[in-house]
């Protein structure tokens, strides 16, 4: 373009003209010159922009082409969590029925255990008060016309109903223990203490027992509940005691979530072979011949668990019993 330029100049340099048309000429030209170089820089400027652009679109193509895989990837990834959602949400709802079938047993359950309450309260120890009276009567009329062995036998009747009498009044004890209708209520434990040490006061006597006691806390709980149990733990130490002088000493500690209650004496101890069965109805503890029926610790455990805590000991025989137990701190 440049050697055309001089060949035009050139010529214009050879045409008979004045000078300043040739002046004007080559300025015209010149400019017509800026005109071309403006156009051929806007024409490769739009040549590089669409290079630009065309670059721009496919990258934008990739990346939808990315996207989508992405989001046909998450799609699958969603029924997925959604095949598993309705598997657990279909596992819950037979769980829910389990649970709902589980309770209505538990509630007819409790209705039994009512009926049943009533019935070993009522018929069962109706005949049975009435087998203890004609015994009675037998033994006050006609006990002197009676050999030895007719005694013997009568004194058996009479053992037999009294101790079936105190075996269906502790089993319906035992089964209103864990009636959870009451309201929990703030219990001075020191209080609950003495109420104790007054009903034991003729064992605790009888005994020659000192019973200790550490500080005790209020608490939330059922009164009648913590009385219970504190006095089967005492009556129990003062059943199973040794020849050595009987010393029981009460405590308590808070954890962050239990109270922690211990009743230790130095009795003649539980065999630890036992463990948790002496915590069963109807289990003894020791020898067959000591009074009582072996549902006391049973009402306890009962009651500990009433109060969403639990209840063990730790025992050595010939040193002396721990029991322990806690309740929920509210």
């Known amino acids: 373009m440049k050697e055309s330029l001089q060949q035009l100049e050139a010529y214009i340099a050879t045409l008979p003209i004045t000078t300043d048309q040739r002046t004007k000429l080559l300025l015209h030209m010149q400019e017509l010159q800026q005109i071309d170089l403006r156009k051929e820089f806007m024409l490769r400027r739009t040549l590089k922009d669409k290079h630009i652009t065309i670059n721009l679109l496919n990258q934008t193509i990739e990346d939808l082409k990315e996207q989508k895989e992405a989001l046909s990837e998450h799609k699958e990834q969603m029924e997925a969590i959604n095949k598993t959602l309705t598997a657990q949400t279909t596992l819950l709802e037979k769980q829910s029925a389990t649970l709902e079938e589980n309770l209505h047993q538990l509630k007819m359950a409790y209705r039994e255990l009512e009926l049943f309450s009533y019935i070993a309260s009522h018929d069962l120890r109706s005949p049975l008060r009435t087998i203890a009276s004609y015994a009675q009567l037998l033994e006050q009329r006609y006990k002197e016309q009676l050999n030895e062995d007719g005694q013997e036998f009568l004194q058996y009747v009479l053992n037999g109903t009294e101790q079936m009498n105190n075996v269906l009044e502790d089993l319906l004890e035992y089964a209103r223990a864990g009636d959870r209708t009451r309201q929990l209520m ?6 609950v203490i003495e109420l104790v040490r007054y009903n034991l006061k003729k064992e605790i006597a009888d005994s020659g ?11 939330k709980v059922l009164r009648s509940s913590l009385y219970q149990v504190l006095q089967n733990l005492v009556a129990n130490a003062i059943k199973f005691r040794s020849e050595k002088a009987l010393d029981i000493a009460i405590h308590c500690t808070r954890t962050k979530t ?67 137990f806690t309740i929920a701190a509210h």
């Not at 019973?211 to 608490?219: I, V």
């Not at 002496?278 to 049973?298: C, D």
Request: with cysteine; proline share 5%.
């Open 186 to 191: 703030l219990t001075d434990a020191n209080k």
């Open 209 to 219: 027992a000192q019973l200790r006691t550490g500080p005790l806390p209020e608490l």
């Open 258 to 324: 239990h109270w922690h209650f211990t009743v230790a004496d130095n009795g003649i101890g539980i065999d630890e072979a036992k463990g948790t069965k002496v915590f069963e109805p109807f289990h003894r503890l020791n020898q067959k011949n000591m009074p009582g029926t072996g549902i006391g610790l049973a009402i306890c455990k009962k009651l500990v668990n009433l109060h969403y805590g639990d209840i063990w000991h730790e025992s050595e025989l010939g040193q002396g019993t721990t029991f322990h």
